[in-house]
């Protein structure tokens, strides 16, 4: 495992940064006690079920590029209540609040994404989907919740300590990851490549693959280190860079995932494998074969490690983190 200054591994540092982020969604996810009860279980259930953090973990260590991030302090939600409040936010911090929203997206996403009417998944991250816990119904609508809540955080920033222009950009990047110019789109375009007939000579086989995997995945992975950069209050130049960082390894992450769908195990997946060739998905290995697919992710990491040349050792675990990314078997 990678070491960074002093003796603290990747590993290590990334478990302080991801219990920042739990206790950031603890806090601003509603109480699970607040009526009516069984959409905000629902919602925490797939929130807070597991997951890498990764989105969250990058938008702040973007913003640390530019300064370090406040000490952590005890937020105390209000258990009766679904309101966030300035107190809330304030202690929770703009960085870790941002990054908790960006985790709320996702996990509505991937409510959505394992739908009957989607990819009609029955586990992730090792336990059942949400909707066979709480029906398909509960469901949808824990994922209409997550998406409300995560922009309820971001207008929110103000009162962690942003002004309120930051507050509006980083909403607008994070509608615009989540928007049909994202991950809707993305998910629109992998519903229409399924089953059909695709092959190496075929040009539009080559570019849907390709927007799928910037849309439905890149996008919030790039919105994440732009939304750090935004918050930490970096150039236009810098976000450019980290822009082209986001871009290389949101395509990294997904290319694996293609990967892993053909070579992983369930038991370290958490899910079950071999889906998309069920499916007849539009795949990496299943377009350009294993190998091929696994040059494109050694290419797509020296476009990463170059990009944050700009930012030096400051983006020593940015650069480790992108090479667990690409080791990663789960």
């Given at each position: 495992m990678s070491r960074l200054k002093g003796t603290s591994t990747v590993a290590e540092a990334l478990r302080e940064r991801v219990e920042r982020v739990e206790e950031a969604l603890h806090a601003l996810l509603p109480h699970p006690s607040a009526f009516p009860e069984v959409i905000h279980e629902s919602m925490r259930y797939s929130?807070?079920?597991?997951?890498?953090?990764?989105?969250?973990?990058?938008?702040?260590?973007?913003?640390?590029?530019?300064?370090?991030?406040?000490?952590?302090?005890?937020?105390?939600?209000?258990?009766?209540?679904?309101?966030?409040?300035?107190?809330?936010?304030?202690?929770?911090?703009?960085?870790?609040?941002?990054?908790?929203?960006?985790?709320?997206?996702?996990?509505?996403?991937?409510?959505?994404?394992?739908?009957?009417?989607?990819?009609?998944?029955?586990?992730?991250?090792?336990?059942?989907?949400?909707?066979?816990?709480?029906?398909?119904?509960?469901?949808?609508?824990?994922?209409?919740?997550?998406l409300a809540r995560a922009f309820e955080v971001t207008a929110r920033l103000p009162w962690a300590g942003t002004d309120h222009q930051t507050a509006a950009l980083v909403t607008a990047e994070l509608a615009m990851a989540v928007g049909s110019g994202g991950?809707?789109?993305?998910?629109?375009?992998?519903?229409?490549?399924?089953?059909?007939?695709?092959?190496?000579?075929?040009?539009?086989?080559?570019?849907?693959?390709?927007?799928?995997?910037?849309?439905?995945?890149?996008?919030?992975?790039?919105?994440?280190?732009?939304?750090?950069?935004?918050?930490?209050?970096?150039?236009?130049?810098?976000?450019?860079?980290?822009?082209?960082?986001?871009?290389?390894?949101?395509?990294?992450?997904?290319?694996?995932?293609?990967?892993?769908?053909?070579?992983g195990e369930a038991s370290a997946m958490g899910k079950n494998v071999g889906g998309d060739e069920e499916r007849g998905k539009l795949t990496y290995p299943a377009l350009y074969g294993l190998d091929a697919s696994k040059r494109r992710v050694a290419e797509e990491m020296e476009r990463a490690g170059s990009a944050l040349d700009v930012f030096g050792e400051k983006a020593a675990f940015l650069r480790a983190l992108a090479e667990a990314m690409a080791l990663r078997r789960s």
């Open positions: 929130t807070l079920g597991g997951g890498k953090r990764l989105r969250a973990v990058l938008l702040m260590e973007a913003a640390a590029l530019v300064s370090p991030l406040p000490a952590a302090r005890r937020a105390s939600p209000d258990e009766a209540s679904v309101h966030i409040t300035p107190e809330l936010m304030r202690s929770v911090g703009a960085a870790p609040a941002a990054g908790a929203a960006v985790e709320m997206v996702h996990a509505f996403s991937l409510i959505h994404d394992d739908l009957p009417c989607m990819d009609d998944d029955d586990l992730r991250r090792g336990k059942p989907t949400n909707h066979k816990v709480y029906g398909e119904g509960i469901a949808v609508l824990a994922g209409d919740g997550l991950i809707v789109g993305g998910q629109v375009a992998d519903i229409q490549s399924e089953s059909r007939s695709f092959d190496d000579s075929s040009l539009d086989s080559h570019e849907t693959l390709a927007y799928i995997h910037a849309h439905k995945t890149g996008a919030l992975f790039v919105a994440s280190l732009r939304i750090g950069g935004i918050i930490g209050g970096m150039t236009p130049d810098e976000l450019a860079q980290l822009t082209s960082f986001g871009e290389s390894i949101g395509l990294v992450f997904q290319i694996v995932d293609d990967i892993l769908d053909v070579e």
